[in-house]
């Protein structure tokens, strides 16, 4: 069974940092780009970083650059994300998604949408 | 970035009624829409890529269309089990992908 599994979310003070990882199943997992989509409580969903299946490439949002990183371990099947200098505004869900590419082959990989989903990990920031 | 833009934000239905969600890019994207289904505290569900594709195991009940700008969700014949909040989701242009605000479709 394909699956993701959130971890290492928590109450964190303004300014502090926390590290959040998720854990990869059933699929081949170097093979796939990998994100991080937020939401804060009651509002909607926000893409906040990607990163190719081989790690060498990164993409953040306006919102965190600057103070996020994403990674990965594929000798571990794990996605990570290293968040620091937490904002108020950063309370959210934080779930790692998979990508389903619109295209796969000859050396070529287009990103698309998001077809598994982990069950999420809250990030609440707060004094 | 582009922005996405869902209406209505909300929505009231009965189980049996035929439903449209409709979803507007700020520019051109293409056919690189999806639309995804999210049930109160559970993470969102793929329901339709490339605009109009099903994906696997979504009932065929659903279904979507529109290039371009305009796009739409159509539910043919409401269940119990669809009322959720519907978003889309643009992957033309990234960073950053974007989402719209959602639709929140409840019972009537």
């Known amino acids: 069974e394909v699956q993701l599994l959130e971890s290492g979310g928590g109450l964190v003070q303004p300014g502090g940092s926390l590290r959040l990882s998720c854990a990869a199943s059933?699929?081949?997992?170097?093979?796939?780009?990998m994100s991080w989509v937020r939401q804060a409580p009651g509002k909607g969903l926000e893409w906040v970083s990607a990163i190719s299946g081989s790690g060498g490439s990164t993409y953040y949002a306006d919102s965190v650059k600057g103070r996020f990183t994403i990674s990965r371990d594929n000798s571990k099947n794990t996605l990570y994300l290293q968040m620091n200098s937490l904002r108020a505004e950063d309370t959210a869900v934080y779930y790692c998604?998979?990508?389903?590419?619109?295209?796969?082959?000859?050396?070529?990989?287009?990103?698309?949408?998001?077809?598994?989903w982990g069950q999420g990990t809250m990030v609440t920031v707060s004094s | 970035a582009i922005r996405m833009t869902q209406s209505p934000s909300s929505f009231s239905a009965s189980t049996g009624d035929r439903v449209t969600i409709t979803c507007r890019a700020s520019?051109?994207?293409?056919?690189?829409l999806a639309w995804y289904q999210q049930k109160p505290g559970k993470a969102p569900k793929l329901l339709i890529y490339a605009a109009s594709t099903l994906q696997s195991g979504v009932p065929s009940r659903f279904s979507g269309s529109g290039s371009g700008t305009d796009f739409t969700l159509t539910i043919s014949c409401l269940q119990s089990e669809d009322f959720a909040t519907y978003y889309c989701?643009?992957?033309?242009?990234?960073?950053?992908?974007?989402f719209g605000q959602g639709t929140k479709l409840e019972i009537k």
């Open positions: 059933g699929f081949t997992f170097s093979s796939y780009a």
């Open positions: 520019q051109g994207i293409s056919s690189y």
């Open positions: 998604a998979k990508d389903f590419p619109y295209y796969y082959g000859s050396g070529s990989y287009y990103p698309g949408a998001f077809d598994i």
């Open positions: 989701q643009q992957y033309y242009s990234y960073p950053p992908y974007t």
